[in-house]
């Protein structure tokens, strides 16, 4: 990887193939007791001999829990059915159209707007860049998640020696590493905030009173992949535009924010009044709420 090339693997943005390596394809298991199907109201979730994850399944019960809302609401026509149906387009817009009437989601103002721009300055920050090396310990299905952590832990401690070898960080990653990038000794080239999980992005770009510059990270990093020991080889700064440059995208992101709570709200609402057979819903999320 050069530094003309801004690879993002090993930290969720697919170039790199770490989130292949560690965490596999999900793999369809049936769902519900045997003498039990699952069911929103007395309408069953999945048909006979149908094998869904359980992703998917909480996926169909909260549509099926909007379908009924709608329907209740008259802006759906009742169906006689015993299996959740499939949503058509017109469909899930009166459902969406149900939710814009029925939710109320707050407006930030433009005080609102620079409190938050103060409080998340570095995640404004354009044309920030680190040239990252690291060595991952992927945690997969099955994975004794302490011993793991004591080889990683064990890593870490020998490179943050001062007796440390200049070629150790390249040996233990290409010995350890379950990251594509260990043939290259753990190189990913120069990344942005975009190229990279969340979490790692936090701690390379966001962490406002991080003391961590240049070199090994002194913890090991966690995300959703597995534990990284991180390196940072060079650091481009990029610069903060002014407020009122970016103040409708904050508005944007601060009215999104607003209606995903809102949402969710509303659907542990209707999670509350249901009756659930066979599963469990916490009312935190919806095909149609995101």
Known sequence: MTAHEPQGGGCGSGHCGCASSAQGQAEPVAVGPPTEVPSVNGVRLHGPGER???????????????????????????????VAPPLNAAERAAIEAMLDDEVHVPTADAEACRRHYEANRP??????????????????????????????????????????????????????????????????????PDDCAPELANELFHLRDSAWGMGVHPRLV????????????GRRNGTLPLFEAIAERIADELALQARAIAWRQYMQ???????????????????LVQ
Do not use: K, M
């Open 52 to 82: 869904l994850t359980p992703d998917e399944l909480r996926e169909r019960a909260h549509t099926e829990l909007l379908r009924q809302a709608a329907v209740r609401q008259g802006r759906l026509p009742a169906q006689d059915v015993a």
């Open 123 to 192: 995640r404004y920050v354009v044309g920030q860049a680190r040239h990252v090396r690291h060595i991952l310990f992927a945690v997969t299905q099955g994975v004794d998640v302490h011993r793991l952590a004591q080889r990683a832990e064990a890593a870490l401690l020998e490179l943050t020696r001062q007796d440390a070898g200049p070629g150790r960080f390249e040996e233990l990653a290409q010995t350890l590493s379950n990251c594509p990038s260990g043939a290259r000794g753990g190189d990913l080239g120069w990344i942005s």
């Open 222 to 233: 966690h995300s959703r992949h597995g534990l990284h020991i991180v390196e940072v080889l």
């Open 269 to 287: 609402i209707l999670v509350g009044e249901a009756e659930l057979r066979g599963i469990e819903l916490d009312g935190a999320g919806s095909p």
